[in-house]
């Protein structure tokens, strides 16, 4: 890799931390440009491996000797962000946010060395549905890693952002769909007159490429099962051979109409060998994934409707993420975008999908550190967001869709005689996929003026989102002035 000779010094680098890949990128005259790893890859696979030795091994090398140390290897750690899953490495528990900072650590030492200065601060793309835990969790790994997080940008939007300023229009209503390894966001944005504006997000934490690996591994585990009566997922090795090439089978299924997995000796059995040869054609994957196709076109429309507009608004479909490559994801958006075939040019094919979400990060950093000056970007919130009242419920005060600055105010009163204080639980609301569930945000306690009886305080609880998506929970006891606050930096959306 050769070191840049560019006197140039960006303020702010993007990072696209991916399930599978990672890129890093930077604002260089007023265009976004990508940053090639030490081995001059533009993409770096998020793969750890952690040797007994102690020895970290990121990126290519770690994704090459995965199936052989597979005990030593975390792959597609951002599945597992935000949850308290162990990974036993190298003698010690790690947890997702510390995998992340590894592969952070080493995105920021691959800048350096390519820029020629020390990287400090960053715009990191997240999955428009990461809620507050995986937010938080993505903060905490950046910052293991030195790294000051900016801004945590929506993956879509930042697509978004790439494309509209890559394209010479003056305005676009676009349709962004990023279907990656473990999630799906879809995003409608605008973008008129230099300015941005996201008018709705959706998706969902559980559709990816690994969905549609299971289809194939389970087609072909059962398969086995038939021919054979060996049921290869009882083997360990046999069963990461089979997950590895049911991917690519997948992948090689985007280009031509069959495919096939062929694997000598996958497993040993009394009577000798067995060896996996099996051709899968488009048709039938397009038949395992139908349950997911149906439910993806369902994300798509409940999107539409959180916005109130219709399909026919969108000029302009955008899509990113390695599972967009499958066919039957592009039929199913001309099937839901264009019926009757008279959009030829709806799909942007020219996207470069691997470094849309990257370039759209280098952009949000231009924003951000005056680079790209002229350019205004509006984001609105993702969830729902409000406080437990005394009986567990939810009660909103900012609504999912909200437009940054927001705030809202609403009177509260004790549920008790005599109640001295009251806890102000702030949560989140995901009402994806018509199950809303609720995250913890955090609390604090109010103290109220002493004895009065239940329902007679007013206190006043509010809600504040600044420029800098940083919520602010207030309450105030209006008969006595005491008050109290908490702070939630980055939680809410980006
Ligand atoms: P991303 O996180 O955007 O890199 O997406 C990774 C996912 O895209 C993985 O599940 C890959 O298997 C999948 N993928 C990559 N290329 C293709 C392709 N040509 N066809 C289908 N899936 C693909």
């Not at 952070?104 to 400090?120: H, V, W």
């Not at 949000?364 to 567990?392: C, K, R, V």
């Not at 199950?435 to 945000?441: A, C, F, I, Y």
Request: hydrophobic letters at 40%.
């Amino acid at each position: 890799m050769q070191k840049s000779k560019q006197k140039h010094i960006p303020k702010i680098i993007g990072i696209d931390l991916g399930t599978t890949n990672s890129l890093v990128s930077f604002i260089k005259d007023g265009s976004p440009r990508i940053i090639p790893n030490e081995r001059g890859s533009r993409t770096t696979p998020s793969v750890v491996c952690i040797k007994p030795d102690g020895k970290e091994i990121i990126g290519e090398m770690a994704r090459n000797q995965a199936v052989l140390n597979s005990e030593q290897t975390v792959a597609n750690v951002k599945l597992a962000m935000g949850t308290q899953q162990k990974y036993p490495l190298n003698g010690r528990n790690y947890l997702p946010e510390e995998i992340s900072g590894l592969i952070l650590a080493r995105l920021k030492e691959n800048g350096e060395e390519y820029l020629g200065q020390d990287i400090t601060d960053a715009v990191i793309t997240v999955p428009a549905y990461f809620d507050d835990n995986q937010r938080r969790a993505t903060m905490h790994a950046a910052g293991m890693s030195g790294i000051k997080v900016r801004k945590l940008l929506n993956e879509p939007t930042a697509a978004a952002l790439a494309y509209s300023c890559g394209s010479n229009r003056p305005d676009a209503r676009l349709l962004v769909v990023d279907l990656g390894g473990g999630t799906l966001d879809i995003t409608l944005v605008e973008y008129q007159n230099k300015v941005f504006q996201v008018k709705a997000v959706g998706g969902s934490t559980a559709i990816g490429g690994v969905n549609f690996d299971t289809q194939i591994i389970n087609h072909i585990l059962q398969d086995f099962k038939e021919s054979h009566s060996c049921d290869l997922s009882a083997d360990n090795v046999a069963f990461q051979q089979l997950v590895i090439q049911s991917e690519k089978v997948k992948v090689d299924l985007s280009s031509s109409p069959e495919a096939t997995m062929m694997i000598p000796y996958i497993t040993m059995t009394d009577s000798g060998p067995l060896h996996l040869n099996k051709t899968i054609s488009r048709s039938v994957f397009t038949d395992l994934i139908e349950p997911l196709l149906a439910e993806i076109k369902t994300l798509i429309l409940d999107t539409f409707s959180k916005c109130k507009l219709t399909t026919d608004w969108v000029d302009s479909v955008i899509m990113v993420g390695g599972s967009t490559r499958i066919p039957a994801i592009e039929s199913l958006l001309l099937d839901i975008l264009d019926p009757e075939g008279t959009q030829p040019d709806l799909i942007k094919k020219a996207i470069n999908q691997d470094e849309a979400v990257a370039r759209g990060a280098a952009v949000m950093a231009g924003i951000l550190s005056g680079e790209l000056a002229d350019i205004q970007f509006n984001d609105i919130t993702s969830h729902d967001l409000g406080i437990l009242n005394h009986q567990g419920e939810f009660e909103k005060l900012v609504e999912a869709g909200s437009l940054f600055p927001t705030a809202t105010t609403k009177l509260f009163t004790t549920a008790t005689d005599n109640q001295e204080e009251v806890t102000i639980q702030v949560v989140q609301q995901q009402g994806v996929n018509n199950s809303p569930t609720l995250v913890d945000l955090g609390n604090f306690n109010l103290n109220v003026a002493p004895g009065q009886q239940k329902g007679a305080p007013n206190i006043d609880v509010t809600f504040a989102i600044d420029l800098n998506e940083i919520l602010t929970v207030s309450a105030i006891d209006l008969d006595t002035h005491k008050n109290a606050e908490i702070s939630i930096e980055h939680e809410v959306s980006s």
